[in-house]
């Protein structure tokens, strides 16, 4: 049996992560990140002098999509290339996120976080 949900989040703290891009491709939606991971996680560094967070690169990967909406925000500019977090949530299949980037709102079969 594979991990539920909300043990693939473990030691990363979402909220205080960020979103670097969004890839869609057929069926599937990846969002680049850096995860912003907690001390017991085990790719956990600590932080530069310069840095609230021990920042990770990695993955959100969403396949089998049945439901997708994206609502880009109007002043998420070209030139910014990290957007902050304000709110993020699972339930099941479905998958809500706003940032600055906009709003993410989906339901898909599979949900990976994947570390880099």
Known sequence: MGKSIASRFENIDITHSVLRAVIINDD??????????????????????????????????????????????????ETKRRFAIQSFNIEGTKFDMACEWGDIHLQARSIRVLTE
């Open 28 to 77: 599937e939606l990846t969002l680049e990140m850096d995860f912003c991971l907690e001390e017991a996680h085990p790719d956990y560094e600590a932080p530069g002098a310069d840095e609230d967070c021990c920042f990770h690169p990695g993955l959100l990967k969403f396949a089998g999509i049945s439901k997708l909406g994206l609502d880009r925000a109007e002043n998420a500019g």
